[in-house]
């Protein structure tokens, strides 16, 4: 279902900024303080279509020599070597270098620059300032889309498609090796000892480290490069069934908005994330509120409301507390207090949030890892996408196409090129290579 107020950005001092579908709604709010914002929106909104063409052909190319060399040839005959030259700067870009050139308005800076945390870009980390870019600009023309009735019906609709075509999905049986000789995967093995065989491919969905616990020792620089693979601070979810959406102190139009996010100023982002990468617990952790209902009734009984937060950053590993509070060190003791920090937040933000509460889980890092072992230390997209980790050498130089030490295996998900979210991308790549397109 389509949402045309994707995201905002609720600030302390009880202000807040918003990319609604209607420009001039947007633009307006944007150009309260500085109207030169609004006219740079604008003019970047009309240039979109054509760099989007570019640049979404740049994030569906396979990442291969041949393959990308083809694609520079291809945009330095339609745009010349200066324009070819200036896409390659903004690629980059840190988030902070893009918008501050870009925009005067620190609270416009704090909006879009939430969106590089989402992909562990730090306002200050090298090639994160495409993603408030893209964010921003397809948000303004396109909006969200969100799966009415509960995000499962993208799962089921992949599901329908899987059997109507003959294939066999079975859940619930873990596998315990990948069977090859060598030189070749052949099949798995599951924990029931069952063993099935591949006479085409085996397919990998997982973490780099998960990889080579399944196949054991392969080849040395190869098994190598899947153990360095670096992993992204964790995140925290809190689940919470409401009696009513949070009445935001900036105003009830942010009801209105699927996305709230909490994170009021870049050198905020900053610090929150280098507190997370020494292991402290952030004294101010960033936090996105998710307001499904208020789109899509049908996720709650009738009257009644569900709210997410997703609480970044959180180190997977507790070495202390920024804040100086939290003594525990371990997830199972330190996620109340630290959910209470992100609460806290919230109630700033939209006072008397907490008493409509009905219920709540807390899901730690580590809960996460355990439900799903690709979030490693719960690390939501599977490595970080820093330019040492990302385009050629995601997850490692020659293997970006998902290809590994061993014919016939594959590997493929958030960790492979071009990496995560829910487009789909390294599994469309990789039928399009197995298919031979």
């Not at 970047?44 to 694609?71: C, D, H, N, V, W």
């Not at 997370?276 to 789109?295: H, K, N, Y």
């Not at 997410?308 to 371990?330: C, N």
């Not at 599977?382 to 980790?389: A, D, E, K, V």
Request: with cysteine.
């Amino acid at each position: 279902m389509p949402v045309t107020h994707p995201f905002a950005s609720a600030f302390p001092d009880g202000t807040w900024l918003g990319v609604s579908t209607d420009m001039e709604e947007t633009a307006s709010r944007i150009g309260a303080i500085y109207p030169k914002d609004a006219e740079t929106w604008r003019a970047l909104f009309s240039q979109f279509p054509g760099r989007a063409e570019t640049i979404f052909g740049l994030l569906s190319s396979p990442m291969k020599i041949r393959a990308l060399a083809y694609f520079v040839f291809k945009m330095l005959r339609r745009q010349g070597v200066a324009r070819t030259l200036d896409l390659a700067q903004f690629l980059m870009l840190s988030p902070r270098q893009f918008l501050t050139q870009t925009f005067q308005n620190l609270k416009l800076h704090a909006m879009l620059g939430a969106w590089g945390m989402h992909l562990d870009f730090a306002p200050y980390i090298a090639g994160g300032g495409l993603f408030p870019y893209l964010e921003g600009m397809a948000a303004q023309a396109f909006g969200m889309a969100l799966g009415k009735g509960g995000a499962d019906v993208i799962i089921r609709a992949l599901e329908g498609a899987v059997v109507a075509r003959g294939g066999v999905i079975e859940t619930g049986a873990e596998v315990v090796k990948i069977l090859h000789d060598g030189t070749r995967a052949t099949g798995i093995q599951l924990a029931d000892g069952r063993q099935v065989s591949a006479t085409r491919a085996v397919i990998a969905g997982v973490s780099p480290s998960a990889l080579l616990r399944l196949t054991g020792p392969t080849q040395p620089v190869f098994d190598q490069a899947m153990e360095r693979f670096t992993h992204a601070p964790g995140t925290m979810m809190i689940h919470l069934a409401m009696e009513d959406l949070p009445n935001w102190a900036a105003g009830a139009a942010l009801k209105t908005y699927a996305y709230v996010h909490l994170a009021p100023s870049l050198d905020q982002m900053a610090r929150t994330y280098a507190q997370a990468m020494a292991g402290l617990l952030p004294d101010e952790p960033i936090v996105v509120v998710g307001q499904p209902t208020g789109q899509d009734p049908s996720r709650a009984p009738e009257g009644k409301h569900v709210l997410w937060l997703q609480v970044r950053m959180a180190p997977g590993v507790i070495k202390g507390d920024a804040a100086g509070r939290i003594t525990a060190t371990d997830w199972a003791e330190a996620a109340e207090p630290f959910a209470e920090r992100a609460l806290d937040i919230l109630e700033r933000c939209a006072p008397g949030t907490r008493a409509k509460i009905l219920g709540r889980r807390i899901v730690g890092p580590l809960d996460l890892q355990a439900e799903n072992p690709n979030l490693v230390g719960g690390d939501q997209i599977c490595g970080i996408h820093h330019l040492s980790q990302n385009f050629l050498f995601r997850p490692v130089r020659g293997h970006a196409d998902g290809s590994t030490a061993l014919k016939n295996l594959h590997l493929t998900g958030a960790a492979v090129w071009p990496g995560a979210g829910t487009g789909a991308g390294p599994g469309w790549l990789l039928a399009q290579k197995l298919v031979g397109k």
